[in-house]
């Protein structure tokens, strides 16, 4: 595992682009895994600008995103589909036909879940998957359980992520109760792994799922069994790593 440290949530989110850029430079027409939440955004305001100097060609890239909430139509400005426009997809020249997310508004789980896997292995697989950091460990909607989730698949929201995003939604009922996720499996057959990690608050976390025990109590463990995975953090998330 590569650990690179940054001066700050900026530092962090530049050399992140540093990484995907390079990806997309050594190979135009590659795979991209990517996620959503509030650490990558810096990371994608990045890529933006140095699309727009020039630098960068999107033209060539395939895109497969971690999750979505099921049940919420991409219009909604809280479902991962309208993040992803937003933040990245409609600033750059990537092909809109080649940017995929499950399907939030498919009620069949099994159906949709065994699309999206079967996606991904129709495009050879994710050559750079883009990882955030969740407080207890989770990684996509993987939460913390008894046993590493396999692909793709359906989750039940815990109380405390639906707690979470209550103010994100006008009341307590519009908030998704499910969501679709890669399954730990998958993310894991991913050639390189990226994670983004950034804040004090993240410190804890870090330490316990890349230096402690791999348990599925904290998914994001699995990683260090990965062959290449870079942890990207400012200094205060990676306060508490061993020296």
Known sequence: MKIYKATDYKDMSRKAANIISAQVIMKPDCV???ATGSTPIGTYQQLVEWYKKGDLDFSGVTTVNLDEYKGLPRTNDQSYY???HQNLFDRVNVNPESTHLPDGMEPDSEKECAR?????????GVDLQLL???HNGHIGFNEPGEVFEKETHCVNLQERTIEANKRFFASADEVPRQAYTMGIKTIMQAKKIL???????????VAKAFFGPVTPAVPASILQMHNDVTLVGDEAALSKIPQ
């Open 82 to 84: 309208y993040f992803m």
């Open 195 to 205: 994670v983004v990690v950034s804040g004090e608050d993240k410190a804890d976390i």
């Open 116 to 124: 999206y896997e079967e996606l991904i292995h129709s495009l050879g």
């Open 32 to 34: 991209l895994g990517l």
């Open 132 to 134: 955030g950091l969740g």
